[in-house]
């Protein structure tokens, strides 16, 4: 099984920061790797697929990069609204697997 | 646009089976692949299986390979889960979700149903 490994796990930053969350596989995935956003109580909602191509609707201070074991998600300045989890996923070879998650908190 | 409603809660007791379903509107039904994923309290997120409308073809994690099955009623668009043996750290939110044209990253997802499992 590919081992997704986020950092941080919590991350505490203020309205207007800029943050960068990391994703680590232990393989190379290609670029076949989604981020999601999650609120308590809610279904995950995709912000990026592909690595890099942001879902249709999704504000674009949010980001992807990177390929092969390593991708940031980055979001340039912190909404309220973005205080949430984030979670990496990769679709490149069943069986599909998460990263932990990363809890974004109001600093 | 594709919705995809979910049946209601359920407690059930240790060794018992859950059945949780998952109605799909608004889209063309057989073109696409529907996915499970389950969050126990507190927990991050879990892939539990998959299956093709199309093929009927499945996949599932070994840590509920043969408790586990995935199933389709396509006159009503209907995807099932059903679990069997249940134990208490099946207690979670479990999810549907519909992949993208063949690509298993999902944008649709339904509400999710609490299975709470209990003595």
């Known amino acids: 099984d590919i081992q997704m490994t986020q950092s941080p796990s919590t991350l505490s930053a203020s309205v207007g920061d800029r943050v960068t969350i990391t994703c680590r596989a232990s393989q190379s995935i290609n670029n076949w790797l989604a981020w999601y956003q999650q609120k308590p109580g809610k279904a995950p909602k995709l912000l990026i697929y592909k690595a890099s191509t942001l879902e249709t609707g999704v504000p674009s201070r949010f980001s992807g990069s990177g390929s092969g074991t390593e991708f940031t998600l980055t979001i340039s300045s912190l909404q309220p609204d973005d205080f949430a989890t984030y979670y990496c996923?990769?679709?490149?070879?069943?069986?599909?697997?998460f990263g932990q998650g990363t809890k974004l908190e109001i600093k | 646009q594709v919705q995809l409603v979910q049946s209601g809660a359920e407690v059930k007791k240790p060794g018992a089976s859950v059945k949780v379903s998952c109605k799909a509107s608004?889209?063309?039904?057989?073109?696409?692949?529907f996915t499970w994923v389950r969050q126990a309290p507190g927990q991050g997120l879990e892939w539990m299986g998959w299956?093709?409308?199309?093929?009927?073809?499945?996949k599932y994690t070994q840590r509920v390979q043969g408790r586990v099955a995935l199933t389709i009623d396509r006159p009503t668009t209907t995807v099932h889960l059903e679990l069997r043996s249940l134990r208490s750290d099946d207690t979670a939110i479990y999810y549907c979700?519909?992949?993208?044209?063949?690509?298993?990253?999902?944008?649709?997802w339904g509400q999710g149903t609490l299975v709470t499992v209990s003595s």
């Open positions: 996923q990769q679709y490149d070879e069943f069986l599909y697997t």
């Open positions: 979700a519909r992949d993208r044209g063949g690509y298993n990253f999902w944008s649709t």
């Open positions: 608004g889209d063309t039904f057989t073109n696409y692949g």
């Open positions: 299956i093709s409308v199309y093929s009927g073809n499945t």
